[in-house]
């Protein structure tokens, strides 16, 4: 027995140890507010750290177009066997020529070509700078829409927990009834039958939820979600004002973005156009050793290099034709994401409205519904309502709650995807 009391003891050491490993990743886990997932979100979001990356790809690439403006310097060395040459062919070598030089070379002009390349790129470093914050807005508007659908599958599986007390209590009821003969046997089934379908809805809907849940965490890449919390703007949900304001959408970085491309075309036709001038450098060397005879003696020259382009196959127009062909569709993109901003900010605006109305339909009718199945069930004991009336006035009664949650949480979606729009929160 005590061999049996200590491998039982041990086995359920073992048991707890186990229980508590697979248990401790929920020990992480997180239950956010929407304001918090939503900050958090824009710091993880692959979409956003792509952008990120791009703009300090765009700076990088400005960095590096700097150096066409700055001189350069450079070692050169070289040596070299000369043979000496007789009448009758080939013999030894005669001496190795050694040169060793300091080369400085900085170029005067380019047409200033790389100037406006310099301002070519600092524009693509701005678009990709609000580029940046405008996917920050877009990922906002986005994950609402996932935190929606959590929100919905939530008030589902809230209510129909609801529904199942209730139908619950109407089954213990109608049971004592029947036990007294006061209720019918087929009442009491059918009674059974609607807890017993209540139960069977449950599963489905906690699927749709956890489904919800990870494609919320997927999106956002906040590994440790497990739940969103109620938005606390609720209670002054009413108060939130949503309408079009088209000075704000205009600063949208989206469109800002836009601007400072098309810009950047614009300087890119001056770079383009920089190579009908000539090019002008200024080289100088500085010889450590010299082996040119014609020079020799010498320890340093200078000069001026100018070279004329003369033809190169109408380039410079074939490629200011692919500038201008970019620069309006970018003025064509404009205007389309304009159109749509503004569509946007009017679609919430109006949702935003309809939900306040609904949201108070909805609440007056479930208050008048959940009276109707106080008064059917004591209608119901006096003998002057059947039981499928009181069933039915309480499926009406959770689905008028629904409706409140289904208003409820277009409120707050409306209300939050229109302040993302402007970057902002409620």
Known sequence: MDKKNRFSQFAFHV????????????????????????????????????????????????????????????????????????????????????NVRLVANQRIFRGLGEFHELGRLGQLEEAQKQFYESTKRDVATSLLDFVAEVMWQKARLKRQKELLELSKEREATLDARVRIGKSRQSE??????????????????????????????????????????????????????????????????????????IAAFEQESKVNKAYHFPQIDVRANIYGKRADVSFEGSDWDIGLFITWPLFEGNIVAARNQQVYARRNQSLLQKSRQRNLLHQNADIQSKSFLNAKIAFAEASKSASLQKSSYESLKKDYQLGLANNLEVNQSLNLYIQNLLLIDQAKISLVKSVFQYYALLGRTP
Do not use: C, W
């Not at 979001?45 to 403006?69: F, G």
């Not at 350069?72 to 000496?84: A, G, P, Q």
């Not at 807890?195 to 997927?218: E, G, W």
């Not at 703007?233 to 973005?257: M, N, R, T, Y």
């Open 15 to 98: 048991l707890l140890l186990l229980l508590f490993f697979f248990d401790l990743p929920r020990g992480f886990s997180k239950s956010y507010e929407l304001k918090e997932l939503i900050e958090k979100a824009k710091s993880l979001n692959l979409d956003i750290l792509v952008a990120e990356m791009s703009s300090k790809i765009t700076h990088a690439q400005k960095e590096e177009a700097k150096s066409s403006i700055y001189p350069t310097l450079r070692l050169e060395s070289s040596f070299v066997e000369v043979e000496k040459r007789t009448a009758f062919g080939s013999g030894n070598p005669d001496r190795t020529l050694e």
């Open 188 to 261: 009491l089934l059918n009674a059974k039958s609607q807890t017993s379908s209540v139960l069977a809805q449950m599963a489905p809907i906690q699927q749709a939820l956890d489904s919800a849940i990870i494609s919320l965490k997927n999106f956002s890449q906040v590994e440790d979600l497990t739940d969103i919390e109620e938005p606390k703007v609720l209670p002054k949900i009413e108060d939130q004002q949503v309408g079009l304001d088209a000075k704000e959408l205009d600063l949208h970085p989206g469109l800002l973005s836009l601007e400072h491309q």
